[in-house]
Each structure stands twice: as C-alpha cells, then as structure tokens.
C-alpha cells in the first residue's frame, strides 16, 4: 500500500472539502429525521396505551411474564 505525505492528504482533503461537508450535512439531516420518527413513534405508542387503560409498565411486564412462561 503507498503511503500519502501530509501535504498529499491534507491537499486532498482541501480539494474535497464542499463533498465531505455536504455528505456530513446529509448524514445529520437524517441522524434529526431519525430522532424525530422515533419521538413521533413513541408519542403515538403512549396515545395509543393512553386509549387501552394499560400503562407503558404494564404492557412490558406482561411481555416478559408470557416469555417467561
């Protein structure tokens, strides 16, 4: 495998700075969507227990009690 001197790879990253920083930008736009997607799926999950009478505890001790059996 060659090996870059400094100045090759710090030119190199000079060069493809706007791409990296776009694919960076990209990366946490997604990384926000993918929080807010998991916000808005835990929001409807307790509506939806909120509806049932049953609380978040509830429903994960019942989900282990038939596991275990």
């Not at 990296?20 to 509506?47: N, P, V």
């Not at 049953?54 to 282990?64: D, L, R």
């Amino acid at each position: 495998m060659k090996k870059y001197s400094d100045a090759d790879l710090a030119s190199a990253y000079i060069k493809g700075q706007k791409t990296i920083d776009a694919f960076y930008k990209r990366k946490a736009k997604a990384q926000l969507l993918g929080f807010s997607l998991d916000r808005e799926l835990e929001r409807h999950r307790e509506k939806r227990l909120r509806r049932s009478g049953e609380s978040a505890t509830e429903v994960n001790v019942g989900e282990f009690r038939e596991a275990a059996e």
